[in-house]
T-cell receptor, first 115, second 117 residues
């Protein structure tokens, strides 16, 4: 039962254009959403997050949009650069075991930005 | 500025062998986690430690044990390795519980690639 879904395994975009990565979730109890970026042979690194009470958060070239009614979030990268080529994971936070939150990750989307 | 350090980077085991994956963080974080990454499965939580002295099971704890040795170190042990445990293992830490309203993201190590034959 995949609670966080990234239905596009890969995405290819031209340098300078917009990249849009999508994520769907099923659990309405998620209270925080995060995006991570992962290069080969490295651990994931935190990119941007959004609280469930907001619908948009922006940080430089990266913007995350949250549509709670559709249980959908997206990451926009504008303009895309070759260095953005990586796997992007969507993650959602939920209370777990009563004591702390845990993150549930999607399966990832491989973004390739073509020069 | 080391962050989260994992050792070893690579390991090959035969079925039935045991080993311990080591993890240390130098950010004075309270919470630590072990995840595994498998193709098509994303990152799945094995065990976590919300604070020094406590450990709890995650989504896929079977076949593993953990020890929170002190605030800095959190180890993962495979007592009798199985081919199904072939995976990339990531240790992570966060100041508070991951993804809480304190906006406490996880910081990951670079992973241990384990192959069990």
């Amino acid at each position: 039962d995949q609670q966080v879904k990234q239905n596009s395994p890969s995405l290819s975009v031209q340098e300078g254009r917009i990249s849009i990565l999508n994520c769907d979730y099923t659990n309405s109890m998620f209270d925080y959403f995060l995006w991570y970026k992962k290069y080969p042979a490295e651990g994931p690194t935190f990119l941007i997050s959004i609280s469930s009470i907001k619908d948009k958060n922006e940080d430089g070239r990266f913007t995350v949009f949250l549509n709670k009614s559709a249980k959908h979030l997206s990451l926009h990268i504008v303009p895309s650069q070759p260095g953005d080529s990586a796997v992007y994971f969507c993650a959602a936070s939920v209370r777990y075991g009563g004591a702390t939150n845990k993150l549930i990750f999607g399966t990832g989307t491989l973004l390739a930005v073509q020069p | 500025n080391a962050g989260v350090t994992q050792t070893p980077k690579f390991q090959v085991l035969k079925t039935g062998q045991s080993m311990t994956l080591q993890c240390a963080q130098d950010m004075n974080h309270n919470s630590m986690y072990w995840y595994r990454q498998d193709p098509g499965m994303g990152l799945r939580l094995i065990y976590y430690s919300a604070s020094e002295g406590t450990t709890d099971k995650g989504e896929v704890p079977n076949g593993y044990n953990v020890s929170r040795l002190n605030k800095r170190e959190f180890s993962l042990r495979l007592e009798s390795a199985a081919p199904s445990q072939t995976s990339v293992y990531f240790c992570a830490s966060s100041e508070f519980g991951a993804g809480t309203s304190y906006n406490s993201p996880l910081h990951f190590g670079n992973g241990t690639r384990l192959t069990v034959t």
